[in-house]
């Protein structure tokens, strides 16, 4: 069946979409040569600078979350593909600072191929550069090696609370300490109903059956832990939070913030039906939910489906993911 | 014959593997869509088209003209083809001798550098289904070739030998990396593209040489 999307040349979409974006945006954030996307008044350079990178086809992820508060820099590469090393490197050279630069990185091989490249080529110039690698998914297990564990959803809540730390003036040491507290205690699961059109070739990424969904699904459609009958939603919601609750070592008394984040093509009353069974299942464990996101913040094209994103926070993390931040796609006053 | 490789030659090598990657596009796509997302051709277009075009700037030396290769294919948006291949092509240039000519000895040392750089990117081994599964048996190959004294297009020829039938082995290896990873079993049965690109590199750099030189060198 052909594609059914309004593009215009499948050849041109990261470009003509950041174009877009960057119209759409032009008092918050700049883009530079095609594919570099930078807040529009910089941060004072006295203060830590954020950058990620990651393939396009994801809107709003991950330039959305440019802007005071969040990330410095996004580099965006083609349609589910990594960005080109040097393309990384252009954007730690032009954040370069003395308070130093933070990489987040989402453990997707080619994103952490480019990354490295990048880092060697910035230590060898001597620029005061660290990285964090995002590997939140525990579809294969919470005990699976890092490597074998995707960076999902769970990088928008990083650039937040790090972002939130960095613009407080913390310092570079401080910033990942933040940083790492927090990817060490998320976890997030993803699940699946139908599968997204590669917008450049026009073909499924996956196959699902009709009345199948698949939990533990990656955003490209990678496989997760084998399909399953459709559930209900407070069905859905608890396979997904035990096994969340399970791997961040919640207990009453913890405070937790989760994220639902929309496919692209679940709908928000799917995701707030979600959300209920999650609020209720929190309570009747003691456990309280922090100011919860729901809503599209890293989509796969048209795919159904949503991810469930938990982490486990202390009070400074609750009081940087509270805190003021304005992006084009998160703001809070 | 033991005549060294000149710049032109390294020239040469690079020009037709890129136009060996380029006339091979639809085949390799054809080989991705039964495993990946189909699109390895069109990024292999992209590293050959990068591999062109840094030829045409004029480089001092066979090292910066690898390095000029290798950067220009770092370039690429692609996924992992371009780290990959790109490191490859800058480890070649880090183990390349200053001198004009190169050696069986000294390609095979510039070979065993790549393959060093091309390995620091990714976990994968041998057997994975991957570009490694061309690339190791090829670089080992010249390596033995050299030890032996063979020049560099006799060590070459071995190489794309050695290529062509690690790429064929990945037709019965299950996938562990990338896309072709979600097929699990299913993923046997096809060749892996990468390794493909790979075998053909190869090919070009053998079949350059050969061209280029009287009489043309053939495996017997």
Known sequence: MAMKKFINDPANLTVELMEGMALAFGGRIRLDSGKLVFRAQPKPRDKVALVTLGGAGHEPALSGFVGRGMLDASVVGEIFAAPAAPKVF?????????????LVVLNHSGDVMSSNIALEMARKQGLHVRSILTHEDIAPGAGAPASERRGLVGCVPLYKVAGAAAEEGFDIDR?????ERFNRNMATLAVAL????????????????????????????????????LLTADETARAMLDRLLEAVQAKAGDKLLVVLNGAGATTLMELFIVYRAVHRILTERGIEPVSPLIGEYLTVQEMAGFQMCVARMDDELVRLWQAPCDTPYLKVC | MAAGLCYADLAGMLREAASLLQANRDLLSQLDSATGDGDHGTTMSLVAAAILESLEAVTPTAQALLESAGWSVLSVDGGSASPLVGSFLLGMAEGCPPSSELSGGDLAAALESGLAKFRAQTPAQVGDKTMLDALAPAVEAARVAASQGLPPDRALARAAEAARHGAESTTSLQAKYGRARNLGPR???????????????FRGFHAALAANRTPPLQER
């Open chain 1, 90 to 102: 252009q954007a730690l050279k032009a954040v370069e600072r003395e308070a130093g630069t933070l």
């Open chain 1, 175 to 179: 910033v990942c300490a933040v940083a």
């Open chain 2, 187 to 201: 993923s046997i049965g096809s060749a892996d593209p990468g390794a493909v690109s790979i075998s053909l590199l």
């Open chain 1, 194 to 229: 139908r599968t997204a059109t590669h917008p450049s070739t026009g073909q499924a990424i996956f196959e699902l059956a009709e009345d199948e969904m698949e939990i533990g699904m990656g955003q490209h459609g990678e496989a997760g832990t084998g399909s399953m009958k």
